[in-house]
């Protein structure tokens, strides 16, 4: 440890009056997110050289050396003939998990306000700063039955433990935008709102949680992580007794980004600038 930074988390900006948060619209090509969020200054401490203090069940991620065969990730098919199978044997040998289904996964190389493009953003996703889990506790189980749509199988996969958990890796070693993981015992319940997702061309309705600021959050990453160094995301557990049952994350500033955004000049982004990740998202079964 040594890189520790004082940035901003953007969290949920609740009114207080009980209302649900604006849903995200998930279009073709589009996906627009007028949530409103508000940045709080945080400490996020280096994990560097103490990796193996943190796991999925204590804080909700877990840090692994795992290098792929994959290195571009710029081929779809390639990522899931190649890629895909690596990941299920890396969790099931970290986890025990007597099954393993992986449901999607999202490359992104764009820039940090991609939320704000007005066409097809899609292509341009770039890291997500805003405070969040993927799934919310019933998010998880309607994964499940998207899954396993007859009732009786869903039923008799979810009568075991079973969870979601995220493969995050680097393609290139991270120069901006570094992920924060926040660990999982500091972030009450009382701190997560269900909110939705919205598919607009499918009709599917998702929910995951946004987050709102608390004083008792402990925030994390890994200093220039490289595509070596992966994370595993624990996003669900099933287990109501596990320490850890998710884990908020976020993207996050290089106190120094702010500074060189602003000399840039606006549409001219320093090539290479952008932060690029592979995200596979992952059922487990016990």
């Known amino acids: 440890m040594?890189?520790?930074?004082?940035?901003?988390?953007?969290?949920?900006?609740d009114p207080g009056d009980g209302s649900l948060p604006i849903p995200v619209y998930v279009g073709g090509d589009q996906v627009?997110?007028?949530?409103?969020?508000?940045?709080?200054?945080?400490?996020?401490?280096?994990?560097?050289?103490?990796?193996?203090?943190?796991?999925?069940?204590?804080?909700?991620?877990?840090?692994?050396n795992h290098t792929s065969t994959e290195k571009t990730f710029d081929n779809q098919?390639?990522?899931?003939?190649?890629?895909?199978?690596?990941?299920?044997?890396?969790?099931?040998?970290?986890?025990g998990a007597a099954q393993v289904i992986i449901f999607g996964h999202q490359i992104?190389?764009?820039?940090?306000?991609?939320?704000s493009i007005s066409q097809n953003n899609t292509s341009s996703r770039g890291p997500l700063?805003?405070?969040?889990?993927?799934?919310?506790?019933?998010?998880?189980?309607?994964r499940l039955h998207e899954q396993f749509p007859d009732p009786d199988e869903a039923v008799r996969m979810r009568s075991r433990r079973w969870q979601i958990i995220n493969i995050w890796r680097p393609i290139t070693p991270i120069r901006?935008?570094?992920?924060?993981?926040?660990?999982?015992?500091?972030?009450?319940?009382?701190?997560?709102?269900?909110?939705?997702?919205?598919h607009t061309v499918t009709g599917r309705r998702q929910e995951s949680w946004t987050v709102k600021a608390g004083p008792t959050h402990r925030w994390y990453y890994k200093h220039e992580q490289t595509p070596a160094e992966v994370v595993l995301i624990k996003c669900f557990d099933s287990d109501e007794s596990a320490p850890a049952r998710?884990?908020?994350?976020?993207?996050?500033?290089?106190?120094?980004?702010?500074?060189?955004?602003?000399?840039?000049?606006?549409?001219?982004?320093?090539?290479g600038s952008n932060r690029e990740s592979v995200e596979v998202r992952c059922l487990v079964f016990y």
């Open 2 to 13: 040594g890189h520790d930074i004082i940035t901003t988390v953007k969290y949920y900006d």
């Open 77 to 95: 098919q390639r990522i899931r003939d190649r890629y895909y199978p690596e990941c299920e044997q890396l969790l099931k040998m970290v986890t």
């Open 246 to 271: 998710r884990a908020v994350h976020s993207a996050v500033e290089y106190p120094q980004e702010s500074e060189i955004a602003a000399q840039e000049q606006p549409g001219t982004p320093v090539a």
């Open 176 to 198: 901006t935008s570094p992920l924060a993981l926040a660990d999982a015992t500091t972030v009450p319940d009382t701190d997560l709102v269900a909110a939705s997702i919205f």
């Open 129 to 142: 700063h805003r405070a969040h889990v993927d799934q919310s506790y019933d998010g998880a189980v309607i």
């Open 32 to 64: 627009t997110n007028e949530r409103p969020m508000v940045p709080v200054t945080v400490t996020v401490k280096d994990v560097s050289g103490q990796e193996d203090r943190f796991t999925l069940d204590s804080h909700g991620f877990q840090y692994l």
């Open 108 to 115: 992104r190389r764009g820039p940090a306000h991609w939320h």
